[in-house]
């Protein structure tokens, strides 16, 4: 073993407690970057591997053609009747009729309807078919009218028994169905958190709203008949808007479709990774360079007998590449127990996920040790720098400072990369860049940049803070002495005291940034609600699905509400890209919405012939009042419509509203999305009110609110993502937190003969204590007002960069962004106990012959 | 003062020399700080350390003796003037070349902190070698380790030894690669008498028995008396010198300079 690596090993030996929190720090990130990825491989396996078994007979499927990408709203239905032609085609050996619905709500026993926290409540037809992927596992199939079944893990959790009588809310309201038996999707319970329920197959499109049709058809060939050539036969013999595939491709659509949802989740629990990941780098660099500046009469001695600068550089390197991959491989195994741990909390939050396998890619093994070396080897390249350039008469002299001299290059460095830093950001965020992949890389590299700048100009002002921080300290009642000293310690290292608040710094601007858009977002709503959303009553389901629309027919038969408008919520093709719109009523638009109206008036164009626009697309597009727009729809293909009104507030509705007529003509669903109602005027509020709570009653899938109910709902909603966001962000609070454990703790053994010093002319074990604990409190409440400062920053620069159709206003929110600086200084406090505690512990007399 | 000094052979480096010159310097100086700060260390010294000799460097506190060494052993950089160690000039060496002479023909021994704490006295010893990527000399190793009885130590942690076998274990480095010149920075500044004693007869017998060359910085006129030569310094300047010198002799010499 050579003598670098030797040294190396000794070293890191010698400081077994430090390296090991150290290592700690790169463990947690290099833990949570691995667990995303095990969990999302592993959701991906086991989705892939349901849907595949699901699908295991199906050779083909038969349903509406569609070009589009969207399904969800360009969905269409088929005849029933397609399924005799299906059945006659040479080498059929077994057709299935299929439908699914997602309006259709079971009761439970004691009147409330099922709910799930996300997932939908999908109903389908039952058939023994083995093209069928659901199977019995109690009871009977549902063999006619008034029966369901349901799977095994919502019966279990809901109460619901096989025999039992229960609730079912389809398209006419409330009917008493029976269960008759319980179900299983391949292996799985359950699949991603949904709730299965069957019926037969005229129950289900009677509880859907849908006679005489269906979504697919599920074809099985006859022995010896390729998929290929069924498909071709059946392509031969179907109308030309319905379309057959062959099993492989419906597999492989289902894998897709769930592999984009999940890879989006793996990709923001990634995102929250690297977070972690970077402020474990400051903890690091910080370390490293306490460890080393610790060290220099060690590597002054080393120079003086002859080791290169490269040999000491090298020395330093490999102790922080032991270290990277000591976390690499620790990082792996903790990172999946972490997977694990994180599906079992979002199954109990009732996301539903089903059991995972532990999946270990090359990729995740890669990764992982190459975010855990290169980060290690990143951080420590500096101080390595630094440790090779401690001269001989290092060891001879005392006084060297480890870096000395450096000030004025790290500015000028650190200015240059926050300039950079901000021009990249200014970049993303203004330069009106498409592409997402590269928009996130030039505000995230910017921003991180602008974190790493920030760390190298906080030394400039770090000492002067901290004093002025501390400052109420020289006036704690009984501490004086210590909250005098504990001032002067913290201001003591300008660098040292910088570099320890960088990590916190950097969680809590991430945070204050979160808080203040979502808190700004919120105002906007609010806003738009309020000058936009005329309307008194808001029905909607609160998942955004779609709802029979005979509802509006039950509104409007209240005395009491004068317009009812439902808004219905569809996709289009127009030049090329697939845009959302939405279906109203036009001619009572106007009274339900504010939507300031610049020209044309939409009333008077409630025809399936014109389409209404925002002031926005008006400009984008270069269209006026009586011009075309050319509108391609799934069902009815292209379609020129005349622009019959510009508007300005496209809250909710968005840029293109048509008529109900227009909708009626070109898509074929009748569903609505939401209703919107006025009071009319003199209405009897407490009849009126009894009326709607009637219809609730009728209806409990869906949300009956008023505008007010609405919006706090929403706001709710807001809420419960940024408290999910601010978790995982915590983790790198945790980082940081750790940071500054080491960081004390490194002071402390420094200073340890002045703390002996200090305990023999009469310091108590408990002034020693809050000493160091009042030093953490300075240095961490500096890096929290940093954090929250950039964050305001960061956030302003977020609000305004963001569309103003989504977030129009800047709102700062005091009240939290005050709670989470007292929170990290409080946090602080406490991550100094450790430290703190050996410092009163050490001995006096050791400790003051020691230096 | 009558006493000739080293400096009418060191002023002509150029010309032949009566003895070979181990290390000599020529107006070497030392500032340190600037305007009213400003510190002479070393005024324009000319000096020289024989061969084969043990040379003691003595002076008051501040004299410059330790600053004299340093800037010889190329661990500090002079101000001005010029410093050989044999034939090379380490004045114009780039600090890789001067490590490459540290590692294979210097020696050093230092008053306190002078073994790496995470390494065995036997590993400490032979750092000079390990650093260099060479083998050390196995009969020259066991030599030095047998002469300065270090035999049972070898596999022990500094901090396992006593001040007097620490300071033993670093002559043995300072050994290890049959230094040119072993540059030895109050030695016994941190012994108590008897391992004082220890570590200069070990100083000694690498002379006498070895022929190897030694220069010491010292503040005790008992360390000196092992030398073969002491040297004067007070205020930068080399003042004088004293051939075979005993205790006393030095200690009067003391006298005189600070008197």
């Known amino acids: 073993m050579g003598i670098v690596l030797r040294l190396s090993m000794r070293n890191l030996a010698a400081s077994r407690l430090r390296v090991a929190l150290t290592t700690f720090a790169v463990l947690l990130g290099v833990s949570f970057v691995v667990a995303s990825f095990v969990l999302t491989d592993g959701l991906l396996d086991t989705f892939d591997t349901i849907i595949e078994e699901a699908n295991a007979e199906v050779d083909a499927e038969v349903r509406a053609r569609s070009d589009f990408d969207e399904v969800q709203f360009t969905a269409r239905p088929i005849d029933e009747a397609l399924v005799g032609v299906v059945r006659a085609v040479d080498g059929v050996a077994a057709a299935e009729p299929a439908t699914q619905s997602m309006k259709i709500v079971p009761v439970r026993a004691d009147g409330e309807p099922i709910r799930t926290t996300g997932a939908p409540i999908l109903s389908f037809n039952w058939s023994d078919s083995p093209l069928d992927p659901l199977t019995l596992v109690e009871g009977q199939a549902p063999a006619g009218p008034g029966q369901f079944v349901i799977d095994q893990g919502t019966a279990d959790r809901e109460g619901l028994v096989v025999g039992g009588t229960y609730d079912v809310i389809g398209a006419a309201g409330r009917e008493p169905f029976q269960l008759v038996g319980l179900s299983r999707f391949g292996d799985a319970n359950s699949l991603g958190g949904a709730i299965l329920v069957s019926y037969t197959l005229d129950e289900l499109q009677r509880l859907d709203g849908s006679e005489g049709l269906i979504q697919w058809i599920a074809v099985g060939a006859e022995a010896g008949v390729e998929p290929d050539v069924l498909v071709e036969r059946l392509e031969a013999a179907l109308p030309d808007d319905v379309e057959a595939v062959t099993g492989e491709v419906v597999v492989q659509e289902g894998q897709d479709a769930f592999s984009g949802f999940i890879r989006i989740f793996g990709n923001i629990l990634l995102g929250f990774a690297l977070v972690a990941v970077f402020v474990s780098t400051f903890i690091i660099a910080n370390t490293f360079n306490i460890l080393l500046s610790q060290r220099v009469r060690q590597l002054g001695l080393l120079r003086a007998l002859g080791a290169s600068s490269r040999q000491v550089r090298a020395s330093a390197l490999v102790e922080a590449l032991i270290v990277g991959l000591v976390a690499s491989v620790l990082g792996l195994g903790f990172g999946v127990l972490l997977a694990f741990g994180l599906r079992a909390i979002m199954d109990a939050l009732g996301f539903g996920l089903p059991a995972i396998d532990v999946v270990m890619s090359a990729r995740t093994v890669v990764v992982a040790v190459a975010v855990g070396v290169g980060v290690t080897l990143a951080a420590s390249l500096i101080p390595a720098r630094r440790a090779a350039s401690v001269p001989p008469v290092a060891t001879l002299r005392s006084g060297y400072r480890f870096g000395a001299g450096e000030g004025a290059r790290r500015t000028t460095f650190g200015l240059g990369l926050g300039v950079l830093g901000a021009v990249g950001m200014g970049v993303g965020l203004f330069g009106g860049i498409d592409e997402t992949v590269l928009l996130l890389v030039c505000v995230a590299g910017g921003a991180v940049l602008v974190f790493v700048a920030l760390s190298m100009l906080a030394p400039l002002f770090s000492s002067p803070s901290a004093a002025a921080l501390g400052a109420p300290l020289e006036h704690l009642p009984g501490r004086r002495i210590t909250g005098h000293m504990a001032r002067g310690n913290a201001a003591r290292n300008n660098v040292r005291t910088a570099s320890t608040a960088t990590g916190l710094m950097i969680g809590l601007a991430l945070i204050a940034m979160a808080t203040v858009v979502a808190d700004s977002l919120k105002a906007s709503v609010r806003a738009e609600l309020r000058s936009t959303l005329t309307a008194d009553l808001v029905v909607s389901q609160s998942f955004g699905g779609n709802f029979s629309s005979e509802l509006v027919g039950e509104l409007d038969a209240i005395p009491g509400l004068a317009q009812v408008a439902p808004l219905r919520f569809g996709v289009v093709r127009i030049d090329g890209t697939e845009t959302g719109f939405t279906a109203t009523d036009l001619t009572q638009l106007t009274e339900v919405f504010d939507i300031d109206v610049r020209e044309g008036d939409p009333a008077s164009v409630a025809d399936p012939g014109h389409v209404i626009v925002t002031r926005d697309t008006a400009t984008d597009r270069g269209l006026g009042v009586g011009d075309p727009l050319t509108v391609e729809f799934a069902a009815t293909g292209v379609q020129t419509l005349t622009v019959g009104a510009i508007y300005t507030n496209d809250f909710i509705l968005g840029d293109y509203v048509i008529d109900l007529s227009a909708w009626d003509a070109n898509v074929d669903s009748r569903d609505d999305g939401m209703i919107v109602a006025t009071l009319a005027p003199g209405a009897e509020i407490a009849a009126t009110d009894a009326a709607v709570a009637a219809l609730a009653d009728t209806f409990p899938n869906l949300e009956f609110e008023t505008r007010d109910e609405f919006r706090e709902r929403f706001e709710g909603e807001l809420d419960s993502l940024l408290v999910i966001i601010n978790v995982f962000l915590g983790l790198a609070i945790v980082i940081a937190l750790l940071g500054i454990t080491n960081t004390m703790a490194l002071s402390v053994l420094e200073r340890t003969r002045e703390i002996g010093l200090m305990r023999a002319v009469g310091m108590t074990r408990r002034q020693t204590r809050s000493l160091i604990r009042l030093e953490a409190g300075v240095v961490s409440l500096f890096g929290a007002l940093l954090g929250v400062v950039v964050g305001l920053v960061f956030g302003w620069l977020a609000v305004v960069a963001i569309p103003e159709s989504a977030i129009d206003r800047l709102s700062l929110p005091v009240a939290p962004l005050v709670w989470y600086v007292v929170a990290a200084t409080a946090a602080g406090l406490v991550a100094a106990s450790f430290p703190a505690r050996r410092a009163a512990r050490l001995d006096v007399l050791d400790a003051i012959a020691q230096g | ?259």
């Open chain 2, 1 to 259: 003062m009558a006493e000739p000094t080293t400096t009418d052979r060191a002023t002509a480096p150029g010309l032949s020399l009566e003895r070979p010159w181990a290390a000599r310097a020529v107006g070497l100086a030392k500032v340190y700080g600037q305007g009213n700060t400003r510190v002479v260390a070393l005024d324009r010294v000319d000096v020289g350390f024989e061969a084969a000799r043990l040379t003691a460097i003595m002076g008051p506190s501040g004299s410059g003796k330790s600053t004299l060494l340093h800037c010889m052993a190329g661990l500090d950089q002079p101000t001005e003037g010029q410093v050989w160690i044999g034939d090379t000039l380490i004045s114009d060496l780039n600090d890789r070349k001067l490590t490459l002479l540290r590692r294979q023909r210097l020696g050093f021994v230092f008053q306190a902190f002078n073994l790496v704490p995470t390494l065995t006295a036997a590993e400490n010893i032979d750092l000079p070698l390990l650093l260099a990527g060479r083998e050390p000399d196995a009969e020259w190793r066991s030599q030095v380790v047998e002469s300065l009885r270090l035999g049972d130590r070898l596999h022990h942690q500094p901090d396992e030894l006593s001040g007097g076998q620490q300071q033993r274990v670093a002559v043995a480095r300072a050994l290890i690669n049959r230094p040119d010149i072993v540059f030895a920075d109050e030695p016994t500044g941190n012994l108590d008498t008897g391992s004082s004693h220890e570590v200069l007869a070990c100083l000694r017998s690498a002379v006498d028995d070895w022929h190897q060359t030694v220069a010491m910085v010292t503040h005790d006129p008992g360390a000196a008396a092992h030398a073969d030569l002491v040297l004067f310094l007070r205020d930068g300047r080399l003042v004088g010198r004293l051939e075979q010198p005993t205790a006393t002799l030095v200690l009067d010499r003391l006298k005189e300079l600070e008197g």
